[in-house]
């Protein structure tokens, strides 16, 4: 009697040692997700093949879900779902609530990944009823957390921010750093999309400590492309860029999918935001690629036919048992064909899904790739128009050097004779005379030289506002009054009366001046410089005529196509060569037109648009 009770003793002790190397297996198991799937597997494995020797149900249960969150971290969902149900059914024989509640948790988390937060919201409101029911404060921040994501994803943003803070809260008063760290990046999201990056990213550095201290590889790389995200909207790309690196690195490493689709997106964004467009491709074909490795269509029909599997299963299992009692072979042939029935439905519907699936697929490859394409004939078009665009700058700078080397050196020439005493009073007046012609041109050309270069660097910022024509046209005249009479040149104004248009005052000033100065340059003794005007329709057009020397066709053919030149006026005044091409580019900018009609010795008719005031002829200025 006394072997027998000391043989059972040992029985207990032998199993008690068992659970608890089981238990600690599943925690090993636990403890690598994240960090490395195959140490996560094989130690789940263990765990699973012990309880399985000694009918140890709990554990066995607990290490299917340890094998299903393994299953998830390297993206094969199919034996995820197949774990998860094997432990659901287990823990449902058994009657433990708490592993029921941690398989539904599982469930929802799947669901709401695959968009569907009705079901997450069902299976999330149950296993809370369960927790509530069982005090447990470290589980209900972990539900709390989830309903904050379900909010976000709805965007509710105040209701996530309540939810994600209670989770913080919960967590660190239980003292659950891992989860705290989690949650605080839940966080940092909800603020993120509110456009509080600033919070956003004090909370992710907050996490990122924890998981760098702990060396936590799963944590790290989810937390680096948060922070590399928060650093491209503030553009500081720089540290985005080094951030997403280090987390698509660190992905590489543990084979994480979600994570290296998610840090390939981020680069993509990066270098497009930079201007990279070839590396923001490479990264983008990374990342498409991964999405469709995690969800491509096999995945997508074995997902669908394995739930339709467990539905079949059970459902069978009821009509059996409710059926158990009745022996008519009419009732069991009519059972067997609506399964029948039921079965063909099934097919029917996962084959239309999939040929729904394989056509979006196209649709959005072809999508993708006219967009490639477009971007790609852009990005030529541009690098053309740069090229252009630099040569022109380059022929232009060259021209305002020489111009302005000039006056520089005469004036400097007069100053060293003045400080010599070399000249004499007659000879001072004559090159003063000279000289201050050539500050004038010097003065144009650096004025003209500032507004263009305001307009190239900075792009030209328009104000419209109502504009007198015939003042503006009148405060020219003022200007060049002397200068006309100087060189015998009549100014005559023929606007028409109230003439208001809608443009930017500073602009048209310098469109008259450069096209007035143009046509007393090129006006000899006794020629008529005019200015016309007049509205037609929803225009205003200004023609400045002269019956000067006019142009050569090669001049007119420069003009159009917006290059910059050079020539000299009947008394031999130089031109700026940034005249017309600023009237061209100031005038468009203002929503007109500018052309310009010549004959080579009959004079030359310089016309721009711009867009008349509503009722200009009733306005009051």
């Known amino acids: ?124 409101k149950k296993v809370r009823e369960i927790y509530r029911r069982g005090g447990d ?71 990122l400590s924890f998981y760098q201290h702990r060396n936590e590889l799963l944590g790290m790389t989810a937390t680096k492309s948060l922070v590399s995200q928060v650093y491209l909207q503030l553009k500081d790309y720089p540290r985005a860029l080094r951030y997403a690196n280090e987390a698509f690195q660190v992905a590489s490493t543990i084979r994480r999918k979600p994570e290296l689709q998610v840090s390939a997106r981020v680069l993509a964004d990066i270098y497009e935001a930079k201007g990279d ?12 690629d991964y999405s469709d490795s995690l969800f491509n269509d096999q995945s997508r029909q074995q997902i669908v036919a394995r739930t339709a599997q467990y539905d079949y299963e059970k459902q069978t299992m009821r009509l059996r048992e409710a059926q158990a009692a009745k022996d008519a072979a009419y009732e069991a042939k ?75 050196n005469s004036l400097k020439g007069l100053l060293d004779l003045l400080k010599e005493k070399r000249l004499s009073e007659q000879e001072i007046n004559t090159m003063m005379s000279e000289l201050r012609d050539n500050v004038d041109h010097s003065s144009e050309l650096v004025g003209n030289l500032l507004f263009w270069a305001s307009s190239q660097l900075n792009g030209a910022v328009i104000v419209p506002v109502l504009l007198e024509l015939n003042e503006v046209v009148q405060d020219v005249f003022g200007l060049f009054a002397q200068q006309a009479k100087e060189k015998n040149v009549f100014l005559r104004m023929e606007m028409a009366p109230m003439l208001v248009g809608f443009a930017d005052k500073d602009m048209m000033q310098v469109v008259i001046r450069n096209l007035v100065s143009n046509a007393i340059k090129f006006s000899s003794s006794g020629g008529v410089v005019t200015v016309n005007g007049c509205r037609k329709s929803a225009e205003i057009e200004i023609v400045v005529t002269d019956n000067g020397i006019g142009m050569r066709a090669d001049a007119l053919d420069r003009i159009r196509r917006k290059e910059s030149f050079t020539s000299y006026g009947t008394a031999k005044e130089k031109g700026t060569g940034l005249g017309i091409l600023l009237c061209h580019e100031f005038a468009l900018a203002n929503k007109g037109r500018f052309f310009v009609e010549s004959e080579w010795g009959k004079g030359s008719r310089c016309y721009f648009t711009i867009p008349a005031a509503p009722n200009s002829s009733s306005m009051r200025l």
């Not at 490395?36 to 597997?41: E, I, R």
């Not at 079965?343 to 697929?361: E, P, Q, S, W």
């Open 137 to 207: 404060t470290v589980q209900a921040a972990y539900i709390a957390n989830d309903l904050a994501d379900i909010a976000l994803r709805a965007g509710k943003y105040d209701e996530a921010l309540q939810y994600a803070e209670s989770a913080v809260k919960g967590a660190r008063g239980a003292g659950d750093e891992i989860n705290v760290a989690t949650y605080n990046n839940d966080v940092g999201r909800i603020l993120a999309a509110r456009g509080d990056y600033t919070g956003a990213l004090s909370h992710y550095l907050e996490s």
């Open 1 to 124: 009697m006394a072997f027998f009770i000391g043989f059972c003793g040992d029985a207990r002790a032998q199993k008690t040692v068992g659970t608890v190397q089981v238990d600690s297996l599943n925690r090993l198991a636990h403890a690598y997700y994240g960090i490395s799937a195959d140490s996560a597997f094989r130690y789940g494995r263990a765990a699973q093949t012990a309880a399985q020797k000694m009918g140890y149900r709990k554990g066995e249960a607990e290490s299917w879900r340890m094998l299903g969150n393994t299953y998830e971290m390297i993206g094969d969902y199919v034996n995820m779902l197949t774990s998860y149900q094997h432990s659901l059914d287990i823990a449902e024989q058994i009657g433990n609530s708490s592993l029921i509640a941690k398989v539904n948790v599982n469930f929802a988390l799947f669901y709401k990944q695959q968009e569907e937060y009705d079901k997450a919201q069902l299976l999330m």
């Open 334 to 408: 009519l059972r067997r064909a609506e399964l029948v029935v039921w079965g063909i439905v099934a097919i029917l519907a996962v084959l239309c899904l999939v040929g729904f699936i394989l056509l979006r697929g196209q649709a959005v490859n072809k999508k993708m790739n006219l967009l490639l394409l477009e971007k790609n004939e852009k990005i030529e078009e541009q690098a053309v128009q740069l090229l252009l665009s630099n040569q022109q700058k380059d022929k232009l700078f060259t021209i305002v050097a020489h111009d302005l080397r000039g006056p520089l």
């Open 277 to 288: 467009y070839r590396n923001s491709l490479r990264y983008f074909k990374v990342y498409k």
